[in-house]
DNA sequence: GCTGCATCAGTAATCGTTTTCAACAATATA
DNA sequence: TATATTGTTGAAAACGATTACTGATGCAGC
């Protein structure tokens, strides 16, 4: 590849009017700069970014965390993420991480070894404080989830909020026996979501009930929705609604319902949270609380731009959500859930 | 960030001796050794890596071209890239390209710029000749999909013959009538199934029926088995068994097949391709071709390495694939498949 | 004609490494 | 004692760009 030497060689001039040329500048004589160009189009040049990188002592570069680039709820985030890159010339990459802290760290050193001019974290757990020690030093940005005791700046939507949203619809159905299927995690999203799910139902002067209460062992999976769901449906006053915190939960929890023989939404009620693209593709539909995934990758990059050229940016932006009505809720039917409970099969 | 001139400096040394015991060298009186290493220490020290690349001419960085991070079938071969690229100490940039060609020579463009030491390409299309524009000058090595055409290296399975296991074992289990769902693309893969579809059928001295193959338009996903299955099972002679080119349109099959009132795989039999997570999330379990994609991923770093050392590799790499037997496939039964086409409901 | 001021192009320093080469000291050899 | 050999070390030249500075040229104003 040629370098800018043998530009300026072939067109009869210094690389500094090479790089004058390049670079758009404007007090560069049209014949010489048409040289120039002439010179770098027969050459077929192009710069060399590391030298440009090293030089400018900028990556333009962003690197990306993701616990499980899999996960259809992250997928739209990071194409917002990539938008917004590439509108403010930035390059993202994306990192598969596994939520490994090891490898999360490895990534994150990219920023001291100024391969990467800022980072966005995408589901960082509560309590991972050694992120703070990059954050304090380097352009760093937090999606989703991040961890109230730091100030990293962070986008996502009012978790709190959107589970009031949710159980006051429930009871507004009319339902009084909710259950919700948790995860057991470090995300503060969990937390909130479930701190939201008991204090909506104490304000509405319903008991907190343990036993409708279920946490997901290995993750947001089918897998865990079902067993969750066979168990609080097992009991004998089971809960009439369930509150899922992912959609993949709720999925997993309506095939459960079905499988004992409970129709969806006669029967139970399920209610998700993401609405990821799988909540369309089987019936019943799923309703659930939609984030705006795009939007929040996309004003992460604006975020971490902002602290990359150093201005003032703001510690949280909460992006509105959205309780989105489809087929997997309905009014609770008092007569069906009285008999319900001992039907095994169709 | 503390230089190698802030630690040679503290070290009382020159940054050549820095290097030297950055670099391992032997040929360093150990006392400087302990000294520079101190001055390291203390300065929390990390190389600049741009200026480290820029002077040895390298990047140690790979790009990953994927069309669509979602999906799942290229998870695995993604964690695979990975791996092997760490193994052989590169870092591995991941690019969702959505199959969009201006993106993917946006990224193949780094490999001019020095931004990246080779590239391994997921899914390629038939007919994308300026591929090999790139391809003859850098090091690029195609995963899954590739065009016979051009010598580009790749890893891949044998789809041709992995298609005429299916057939065989179809043909073993008694069908006869047995439909395919393809899919309206430019990949090798969806050719050579389709080729081998055919000539199985007509070695076993069966037609080949145009009404019992049907093309997804809009990509591998649920909906579109759902749809081909509709139309497919819809016949008065409809096929008794279906063999899809993918996990996702089988299950979208399975799903046809099912809202149709016939049961999979007593009336219908179905086979899928790829052995994604999914195939055994729902019942019944979906009976597969399980491709290796972990280790296609592997072998392909190593040889997208072994071209940036310049050596020779072999130009394909064909891996093992593999029918797994599940629930989704059983013997035709010529009493049932007569009747079944008229049972519109359980 | 001389000064002052643009305008434009080139020289050279710079970014932070690696690496070649020469210098030097210490030791071995004759 | 003189020389060859070996082992360490540092000075300086790369890598390929950007950019501050310098210098040359041309033109206007006096």
């Known amino acids: 590849m ?31 700069a048409a040289r120039v160009t002439e010179a770098v189009r027969a050459l077929a040049y192009e710069p060399n970014l590391i030298a440009q990188n090293l030089r400018r002592n900028e990556s333009r570069t962003l690197v990306i965390l993701t616990p499980n680039i899999t996960n259809p709820y992250y997928a739209n985030i990071i194409s917002g993420i990539a938008q917004g890159a590439q509108e403010n010339g930035y390059s993202s990459f994306l990192f598969n991480t596994e939520g490994k802290r090891a490898l999360e760290e490895q990534i994150l050193e990219r920023l001291k070894k100024h391969q990467a001019d800022g980072a966005i974290m995408l589901a960082a757990e509560l309590g991972a404080d050694w992120i703070y020690d990059y954050a304090k030093e380097y352009p760093v940005v937090q999606c989703s989830e991040f961890d ?75 897998k865990m929705g079902l067993k969750s769901a066979r168990s609080l449906l097992a009991q004998e006053k089971r809960p009439t609604a369930l509150f899922c915190v992912s959609d993949m939960l709720a999925l997993g929890a309506i095939a459960g319902a079905k499988e004992m023989g409970f129709r969806v ?25 939609v984030q705006p995934c795009y939007q929040i990758g996309h004003t992460a990059v604006e975020l971490v731009c902002g602290l990359i050229q150093r201005q003032q940016v703001p510690q949280e932006v909460i992006l509105p959500h959205n309780l989105v009505i489809r087929e997997s809720s309905a009014p609770f039917d008092g007569y069906l859930a009285n008999f319900a409970s001992h039907v095994t099969g169709c």
Chains 1, 2 share one sequence.
């Open 2 to 32: 040629a370098t800018m030497l043998e530009v300026a060689k072939r067109a009869h001039v210094s690389i500094a009017t090479v790089s004058r040329v390049l670079n758009g500048q404007t007090n560069v004589a049209p014949e010489m």
């Open 148 to 222: 109230p005791r730091f100030s990293i700046p962070h986008v996502c939507v009012d978790n709190e909020q959107a589970t009031k949203d949710v159980m006051a619809y429930l009871l507004s159905l009319g339902h009084t026996r909710i259950g919700t299927i948790s995860i057991e995690n470090r995300f503060h999203s969990t937390a909130a979501r479930l701190h939201a799910y008991k204090t909506s139902l104490v304000q509405a002067g319903i008991p907190v009930e343990e036993d409708y209460i279920r946490y997901a062992t290995q993750g947001y999976t089918f």
């Open 265 to 289: 939404p006669n029967d139970v009620t399920v209610i998700g949270f993401d609405d990821v693209e799988y909540t369309t593709m089987f019936h019943p539909y799923v309703t659930t609380v």
